[in-house]
């Protein structure tokens, strides 16, 4: 009877959404996922929200205090500031993403290849992770940047070489774990090739941590980008990033110090908002995890 | 103790050949030549081959590295491509600001983070535990270099409590120390709340075990408790997690030397990095390897030295 009742669904007290409402059960998670829905849908709509063109040049109107035609202002070159932060949404969101996938990418391969492959070549991967994690990232990065130059492309090399080993170690210990069990060994004992079994019923299997935690490393991702943009080491002018409206702002700190103010706000709001998302889910899946360094 | 000290050195030192190579190997996978690259497309030919002789470019590249490891080893790390000074001069004179910087953030973190946690755990399921989390987890979020922006934008444009740029007057402390207040700040805003906060988790596993019912079973109170009993088993994991965290100190003082334009390591790379100048990001580069690794080994060993319950291994 109770199968039956569980196959037409009709327990009553069977929440649909249990994650959902787990995380809105709680005040800042609520917020934390307003601000987080909130950036995704100004990097996705970024052409609809923004008033103005964010590259627009209009220097009559520079360093122009927040008004009715400019919400937070416009900047040195009378670009408006309110723009520039919605398409610095959109830059940040795609970086983040294409960045995080092919690190992800690399991760799988390489984990899959020093879990699954031959002892020696496990042994020497196992070294490279393991040197990239113990070098001090900045100057990894700074180094990488230095042989290749500023720009976007760089920058997604930058991020995707210092974030793989991590990725590769985590793929590496799940298919350690799932080395000998019964469905790798039935596939063996089929005569399976060794690239078959890895894909299909192995991959499957060991992908879903590695989704999580790539998704943990977007909010990390975002701000490597503003900071080396900030820097003027990451996304080449006129493109609008929140870190370079940030290093204009500073720039013109005493002159107009507004812009510091509403440059910083997103970044403010972004990190927070994927923290407590974080916290919050992390609450709901795994209460022993621990939260990551400072950026 | 003796076998894992040397293999720890050991892994150590080969991370470094490993950087060093791997560098090299990157400059020159990188379609373009250097000298090229460093003086731009409207060069002169014979500039760009006093570049080349200069930065060694027209030897095989196997020597160039021989080379650079024979030097690096008599401390000679090569010259600053435009200035021709010495780049080991250049990081030595950079290097204390930094690690001024970097150990006064360090030390105000957990100067209040760690009393912090404490306060925390004696008042566990309170109010103000609740809010140090909450704020906690705030601080930890936000990256340094908008820290840096705020503080500077509030105490020194705004207020002018504090200067905005420099490291102070050579020689005079007072001017050095106001100078340090807000860069410091900067990098140990978010380490507050992450310290506390590991505090605060490694202590209240900490309170479950048998020395501490023992130490309430006496009477005594539970602030004694949790300082003298507790911390000093709940330090340990904050140690090797400061050792770790390191990197991202160092990463911090890079962005918030770039705000504050104070003269140090973060300062020389990221200028080196915008001009192309191998040499200096190079030494550099190799010069923080060095500290950082052999700063990450004695964490380690410090920890296994540390931890009472860890320390019988070794004897036995």
């Known amino acids: 009877m109770s199968s039956a009742a569980e196959a037409s669904g009709t327990y009553p007290d069977r929440q649909r959404f249990p994650l959902l409402g787990a995380l809105l059960a709680d005040p800042f998670t609520c917020i934390a996922l307003v601000l987080v829905v909130g950036f995704l849908v100004t990097a996705l709509l970024a052409p609809w929200l923004a008033p103005y063109s964010p590259t627009k040049i209009d220097v009559l109107h520079k360093l122009q205090a927040p008004s009715a035609a400019h919400w937070f202002g416009t900047d040195h070159l009378g670009r408006d500031l309110l723009s520039r932060i919605v398409y610095g949404a959109r830059t940040a969101l795609m970086i983040a993403i294409v960045s995080v996938a092919i690190a992800g990418m690399i991760g799988l391969l390489l984990g899959i290849v020093a879990g699954y492959g031959p002892r020696w070549l496990d042994g020497l991967l196992v070294l490279v992770f393991d040197s990239l994690n113990s070098l001090p990232m900045i100057m990894f990065a700074l180094a990488i940047i230095t042989v290749l130059g500023a720009g976007t492309g760089t920058l997604i090399v930058v991020i995707a070489a210092t974030s793989f080993p991590s990725y590769a170690r985590l793929i590496r210990a799940q298919t350690l774990a799932r080395r000998t069990s019964d469905y790798l060994l039935a596939g063996r004992l089929m005569a399976a090739s060794a690239a078959r079994i890895v894909f299909i019923p192995l991959l499957p299997n060991v992908v879903g941590p590695l989704i999580i935690l790539l998704s943990m490393d977007i909010p990390v991702v975002i701000m490597v980008e503003a900071g080396l943009s900030f820097l003027g080491l990451g996304v080449r002018p006129p493109t609008p990033s929140w870190g370079s409206i940030l290093y204009d702002g500073y720039t013109s700190i005493r002159a107009a110090p507004y812009m510091v103010v509403f440059g910083g706000l997103p970044l403010v709001l972004a990190t927070l908002g994927f923290t407590f998302l974080g916290e919050g889910l992390r609450d709901y899946l795994d209460p022993r995890l621990q939260a990551g360094e400072p950026s | 103790m003796l076998a894992y000290t040397l293999k720890r050195i050991?892994?150590?030192?080969?991370?470094?050949?490993?950087?060093?190579?791997?560098?090299?190997?990157?400059?020159?996978?990188?379609?373009?030549?250097?000298?090229?690259?460093?003086?731009?497309?409207?060069?002169?030919?014979?500039?760009?081959?006093?570049?080349?002789?200069?930065?060694?470019?027209?030897?095989?590249?196997?020597?160039?590295?021989?080379?650079?490891?024979?030097?690096?080893?008599?401390?000679?790390?090569?010259?600053?491509?435009?200035?021709?000074?010495?780049?080991?001069?250049?990081?030595?004179?950079?290097?204390?600001?930094?690690?001024?910087?970097?150990?006064?953030?360090?030390?105000?973190?957990?100067?209040?983070?760690?009393?912090?946690?404490?306060?925390?755990?004696?008042?566990?399921?309170?109010?103000?535990?609740?809010?140090?989390?909450?704020?906690?987890?705030?601080?930890?979020?936000?990256?340094?270099?908008?820290?840096?922006?705020?503080?500077?934008?509030?105490?020194?444009?705004?207020?002018?409590?504090?200067?905005?740029?420099?490291?102070?007057?050579?020689?005079?402390?007072?001017?050095?120390?106001?100078?340090?207040?807000?860069?410091?700040?900067?990098?140990?805003?978010?380490?507050?709340?992450?310290?506390?906060?590991?505090?605060?988790?490694?202590?209240?596993?900490?309170?479950?075990?048998?020395?501490?019912?023992?130490?309430?079973?006496?009477?005594?109170?539970?602030?004694?408790?949790?300082?003298?009993?507790?911390?000093?088993?709940?330090?340990?994991?904050?140690?090797?997690?400061?050792?770790?965290?390191?990197?991202?100190?160092?990463?911090?003082?890079?962005?918030?030397?770039?705000?504050?334009?104070?003269?140090?390591?973060?300062?020389?790379?990221?200028?080196?990095?915008?001009?192309?100048?191998?040499?200096?990001?190079?030494?550099?580069?190799?010069?923080?390897?060095?500290?950082?690794?052999?700063?990450?080994?004695?964490?380690?060993?410090?920890?296994?030295?540390?931890?009472?319950?860890?320390?019988?291994?070794?004897?036995?």
């Open chain 2, 10 to 316: 050991g892994l150590g030192l080969l991370i470094l050949t490993f950087v060093m190579v791997a560098m090299y190997a990157a400059v020159f996978l990188v379609p373009g030549d250097p000298a090229t690259v460093a003086l731009g497309p409207r060069a002169t030919p014979e500039l760009k081959r006093m570049l080349t002789e200069r930065m060694g470019l027209d030897q095989p590249v196997w020597w160039q590295i021989v080379e650079f490891f024979r030097n690096a080893l008599t401390g000679n790390l090569g010259y600053d491509v435009w200035s021709n000074r010495p780049v080991s001069t250049l990081v030595m004179e950079a290097l204390p600001n930094t690690l001024i910087l970097g150990l006064t953030a360090l030390a105000a973190a957990l100067l209040i983070g760690v009393p912090l946690g404490c306060l925390s755990v004696v008042k566990r399921g309170t109010i103000a535990d609740a809010v140090i989390g909450v704020l906690s987890v705030s601080v930890i979020a936000v990256p340094s270099f908008v820290v840096a922006i705020y503080s500077l934008l509030v105490f020194a444009v705004a207020l002018r409590w504090l200067p905005a740029i420099g490291a102070g007057e050579a020689g005079d402390f007072a001017s050095q120390a106001r100078a340090l207040i807000l860069p410091a700040f900067a990098i140990a805003f978010g380490w507050i709340g992450y310290i506390a906060r590991m505090v605060r988790a490694s202590m209240m596993e900490v309170m479950g075990e048998p020395h501490i019912r023992t130490a309430r079973s006496f009477g005594l109170p539970e602030w004694k408790i949790v300082s003298k009993y507790a911390l000093r088993i709940a330090i340990i994991p904050t140690i090797s997690l400061v050792a770790v965290g390191l990197g991202s100190i160092l990463s911090s003082a890079v962005f918030v030397e770039a705000v504050f334009a104070r003269p140090g390591i973060g300062k020389l790379i990221t200028d080196a990095v915008n001009t192309r100048n191998y040499p200096v990001v190079m030494g550099t580069v190799l010069i923080m390897t060095a500290i950082y690794v052999s700063i990450t080994i004695a964490a380690d060993l410090l920890i296994a030295k540390l931890d009472p319950r860890g320390r019988d291994v070794f004897r036995g």
